[in-house]
């Protein structure tokens, strides 16, 4: 009858999940337990927020009517689903989080030679509207700054939200007929300048 249900348990801390489809989303008996992580809380099928700001809803989702305060609302509701994805590194597994308005699915890290190309890649479902993502990017994996494309083309709008030195969240949105996305690091491009065009080419010249 219900996604989650406490009983007799408080000072839980929930967040990053889906409560889909349940006749009641939450029993908790006023029980003080909090529903979001301080940035991010969870994605509630019931929840319609007028605005959102960076995939996150600018109202809170009343969780139980019964308990105090914050503690009985999830302060960041999400306004897509949650999605998790990871990938091992030198026998070290990373998660890659994503918020969403599509399905996420079919993730691939790769990682390149130098450890500097690394790119990872997930197909989203079309939408009726511009869809969204939220992504968290363990800098293991990818390593700022990144650029973004949906089906080889720059998305709509993109927006680095924050970092905290080992992790970057970065929002973007696409139109609804974008199926692939890529996520890789924005390295300077390198010309392959001919060496007559350089100085010491002909300084060399000169001294010669």
Not at 26 to 37: E, H, Y
Not at 49 to 71: E, F, Q, W
Not at 118 to 140: E, K
Request: proline fraction near 5%; charged fraction near 10%.
């Amino acid at each position: 009858a219900y996604g989650v249900r406490f009983w007799n348990s408080s000072g839980n801390r929930v967040f990053h999940n889906n409560f889909v489809n349940n006749p009641s989303q939450v029993s908790s008996d006023g029980s003080p337990n909090t529903w979001d992580d301080g940035a991010e809380g969870n994605f509630w099928d019931d929840y319609h927020a007028v605005a959102s700001v960076n995939g996150i809803g600018t109202t809170p989702y009343i969780v139980d009517a019964k308990a105090l305060g914050v503690y009985g609302q999830d302060n960041h509701p999400l306004m897509g689903r949650f999605f998790e994805f990871s990938a091992t590194v030198e026998g070290q597994s990373y998660a890659t989080t994503v918020v969403s308005s599509s399905a996420a699915t079919g993730f691939e890290y790769d990682r390149g030679a130098d450890n500097k190309t690394n790119t990872m890649r997930f197909n989203v479902s079309a939408t009726q509207d511009t869809g969204f993502c939220l992504i968290c990017i363990p800098h293991a994996l990818v390593g700022p700054s990144y650029v973004v494309t949906a089906d080889q083309a720059p998305p709509l709008s993109i927006n680095l939200v924050r970092t905290n030195g080992t992790h970057t969240w970065v929002y973007f949105t696409y139109s609804n007929s974008t199926s692939g996305l890529m996520i890789r690091p924005n390295l300077p491009i390198v010309e392959n300048v001919p060496i007559w065009s350089l100085w010491w080419f002909w300084a060399m010249i000169v001294l010669a």
